[in-house]
């Protein structure tokens, strides 16, 4: 009589296991470390990784990402694009034809038979799959139809108050084209983005009170703008 009634209470028992163990597992995706809720496993990483590179959580790897670009833009700055390809080429070469004939050379003094120094990478398969290559491209067409959609939207007028900002904008930029040229402004985008996060980490909360402000500010000048504009105040009132 005994085991008809572990055998009813059974079914209860594993079901309210499963439930807890579905509930746990849930709640341990949802809070496991190093998830970002509401985005792909792939979106997450690769938002983290910027997001810790430009907060210098790693400060040795964000060094060696800022000094090398860095380095870059500025060699870009003082010689051609064709020049600086071409050292950076020969530098290469020169690492690995000389580290391929030290390694030779030790092989042939110690008789050994390691084989190719760079046989793990040659063997490493990096190949681009069809459906990789179709989903870039279609992760890339959504930001494309969304620009051309946005420069539509601009250069038509649909909305008169955005065509103007883009137009101030522009002749905000014909002085800025004046003083720098493209790399400059790669330069100083480059210090911005690794010291403004920074900066505003720090110093968040006096940061954020004078941006509330000069936004309150525009709000105001913006709104007045519009009241006088015929065709959106109509617009409004419709």
């Not at 998830?35 to 790693?58: E, M, N, Q, Y």
């Not at 950076?88 to 120094?117: C, D, M, N, W």
């Not at 402004?185 to 954020?208: C, N, R």
């Amino acid at each position: 009589m005994a085991e008809p009634s572990a055998a009813t209470q059974s079914p209860s028992i594993s079901s309210s296991s499963s439930g807890a163990d579905a509930a746990g597992a849930a709640a341990g995706g949802g809070g496991s470390p190093g998830t970002c809720p509401g985005l792909g496993g792939k979106s997450c990483v690769s938002s983290c990784a910027v997001h810790d590179l430009i907060f210098w959580r790693d400060v040795k790897k964000t060094g060696l990402v800022f000094g090398t670009t860095l380095i870059m833009l500025l060699s870009l700055a003082a010689f051609s694009v064709i020049s600086v390809a071409s050292y950076l080429i020969l530098a290469l070469l020169s690492v690995t034809i000389s580290f391929r004939v030290y390694k030779s050379v030790i092989q042939a003094v110690q008789k050994s038979e390691e084989g190719h120094p760079f046989k793990a990478y040659l063997d490493v398969d990096i190949a681009l799959s069809s459906e990789a290559f179709h989903n870039y491209v279609n992760a890339a067409m959504v930001h494309v139809n969304k620009a051309l959609k946005l420069v539509i939207r601009l250069f038509l007028v649909e909305d008169l108050v955005d065509s103007l900002k883009l137009a101030v904008f522009m002749w905000l930029m014909t002085y800025v084209g004046a003083v720098f040229n493209g790399i400059t402004l790669l330069i100083l985008a480059e210090l911005l983005v690794f010291s403004v996060p920074i900066v505003y980490e720090k110093y968040k909360t006096q940061i954020d009170h004078y941006v509330g402000i000069a936004r309150d500010q525009t709000k105001a000048v913006v709104a007045k703008i519009q009241a006088k504009l015929p065709g959106i105040a109509k617009k409004k009132a419709e």
